[in-house]
């Protein structure tokens, strides 16, 4: 009934080389956060008692919920959207409007047939939440209702990344949309948890948020009320809130579809005249040199081709200040929420930076990083790059016209962060409160924290540029690089995350944790690894993949350990230095083969030593 799309993703799925190297990955994933919770809560230097065991199994049952959600809501957005944009960089999504297939098979079979590896991975997850039953502390409908928010938070947000990129005519647009979009629907219905009354005459009232939020969905799940609910409990409402989103976006995507595309101006070839006149031999070479000349203004091009053409053409799509403005609708809400807890009764908490700069740096972060590896997919799937690679242009002009261009076109998303930082510098946010309210010695205490801050988040924006042209340049297949490229920056964001909470669930202590984040940093160096250097290793991006992780888990360590807000917090030139030297080496390590050995690091040629 889904047409031949799907049935062709169904067959194709499971032969994919990484399909049984993600599931193990998955349970390998959970088996670490297992341990690490462990760890955190009771140890392994004396046996649990039962209460423990059961308060061991909820707070494990939290730990592995959120993180799925998390993970659900992020790969489904994305794979549904680059699975219509990479058809549409290939001009091969034409071709299927063509046929003789019905819109819907068009749309559902591209949105279903992307969701398959999510639904496996959700598959084989039931099996390990419903183990920790036998650790008590949870009960079967929870695990039953989790797994239905899961499945219909999985299949709205794929509805909705199908939905922009069948509106979309380029990827970075697509991608940069999507998770605008998320980022705006989630940040929305925390407003409309603020603004509804809870009521205990309205029962219903208080159930809104539930029924549009997955993570107060799923916070209901985890912390239901003793008595339990009165009527359907707020995951199934979530469930058919979610259902009725999905048919209206794809409603909408099956009556877009060829209203949206193609999209373009259609080319008109010029007329030939119909009479030959007699011209002079000026007139001639000017008729000449205007005979494949594009229509409008002549426009000079640059020394760097690539730059000029990355700052100045439509190289992403037309309407560009569409993402602009949806990014600052968003950035909008996150100030909001990061003012709002500087100005809290009862004094500003010792986290209160973070809640705007984390959220916002987090999301600049992936906006940069799709930028800068849909520069080269697109190039490729277009049917562009190789053409590029012919011409006379320089290994340098190639490599760094492709990095400034992706932060010039950024530069709405790289400042904001930037800004705030500066921002918390002035209140006096970044640093111990002090005693004496001169502003003067605000500023100088807030000093030092401004420039480490505002220097490693910098150097971030440079690494996640030059890991997005690293990885797209070494892997062919357009879809695999974005999903590694936005993978990486995702898991190091959320692996810092939950280390912070394994940390502060503890009360801060390092010592009872040591061996868990053993385990931590291995799947962080692992995974480096593989993105880095999967099939041309080198020891500088080996040495790279050990010293990134290392060097944000001290820093994260350092900070937290050190009482952040108070007269015992760190100093933050050694956790800056750290970052900076080890996110430096890995720019050093992905740029110096691009730049020395361009055919060897694109893989078209040999080095003189390799057979």
Known sequence: MLGPIFRREVVTVPRRSGHYASRAAMIGLLVVLGITTWQASIGFTREASLGETAAFGLLLYQIVSYVLLLLTLFFATLSAAGAVAQEKDRRTFVLLLITDMRDYEIVLGKMLGALLPITIQL???????????????????????????????????????????????????????????????????????????????????????????????????????SAGWNGVAPAYGFAVVMLAWTVLLNTIGIWGLRRWNPSGEPIVPREAPDTVQELDESEELEKRAQAHAAPGPVRHVWHNPILWREIRTLAYGRRPLLVKFAFAVVLLLILYFAYAELVRPGGRPAFAAAYGLVPLTILSLLLVAAQAVTAITSERDGGTLDILLVTDISPYEFVFGKILGALYNCKEYILPPLLLTLYYAIVGALAPPSPAHD???????????????????????????????????????????????????????????????????????????????????????????????????????????????????????????????????AEPLMPFLALAGAFGLAIAAMLVPLLSEFDVALGRTVAPNES
């Not at 419903?130 to 797994?147: E, K, M, N, R, S």
């Not at 936005?486 to 939950?498: A, M, P, Q």
């Open 123 to 225: 598959a084989i997850t039931a099996p390990v939440l419903a183990l920790l039953l036998l650790l008590g502390g949870i009960a079967p409908q929870q695990v039953l209702q989790t797994l239905v928010i899961l499945a219909a938070t999985a299949i709205a947000a794929g509805s909705l990344g199908a939905l922009v990129a069948l509106w979309r005519e380029r990827t970075f647009q697509a991608l940069a949309l999507s998770v605008l979009f998320l980022a705006l629907y989630l940040g929305l219905v925390q407003a409309v948890g603020l603004l509804v009354p809870k009521s205990p005459v309205s029962a219903s009232a208080g159930h809104v948020q539930a029924w549009l939020d997955p993570f107060a969905a799923l916070q209901t799940v985890l912390a239901p009320p």
């Open 439 to 569: 502003w003067r010695t605000v500023l100088e205490l807030n000093f030092g924290p401004f420039l480490a801050i505002s220097g490693a988040i910098s150097i971030l924006f440079a690494f996640v540029v030059v890991l997005g042209l690293h990885v797209a340049l070494r892997i062919p297949n357009s879809r695999q690089a974005i999903v590694q490229t936005l993978g990486t920056v995702f898991f190091l964001s959320v692996g810092t995350l939950i280390a912070i909470y394994l940390i502060i669930i503890n009360g801060g202590s390092f010592a009872n944790q040591w061996l868990s984040f053993v385990a931590f940093l291995a799947v962080g160096i692992g995974g480096l690894l593989y993105v880095f250097s999967a099939d041309r290793p080198s020891a500088a991006l080996s040495l790279a993949s050990v010293a990134c992780p290392l060097a944000m888990f001290y820093a994260v360590v350092t900070v937290l350990i050190g009482k952040p807000g108070t007269q015992e917090s």
